[in-house]
């Protein structure tokens, strides 16, 4: 069954659509963005083994390949989509809990 995410970028005005499916070994991640970097990684097929590590994962490396900010929250997207297809993440948790969110509430000026 597929998996769609929404992913606000709204420090930088932008909002992205990720939709992944599972394929045999591999989950096959579109993204709708209005992002010239996020467009470079719309298509990807990413084997499960490159899922598990925060650093060393197949969506971290095409963000770096693209030139993303090291703050873009698409790759953190992508991962929750890839856990939520490959049953580490439940679909049904997140849909009740909805979001998740960086606030900067108590960020001083």
Partial sequence: MTTI???NSAICAF???ITGTMEGDK????????????????HMEIPMT???MIKDNYA?????ENHCTPTCLVPAGVMHVCW????MLSKSLAK??????INFDEVEL
């Fill in 5 to 7: 995410v929404n992913v």
């Fill in 15 to 17: 909002k992205h659509k």
């Fill in 27 to 42: 989950i096959v991640v579109d993204i709708e963005s209005p992002c010239v970097k996020i467009q470079k990684m719309s």
């Fill in 50 to 52: 490159e899922t598990m």
């Fill in 60 to 64: 971290m490396q095409k963000a770096q």
């Fill in 84 to 87: 939520m297809e490959m049953g």
């Fill in 96 to 101: 009740k809990i909805g979001s998740v969110s």
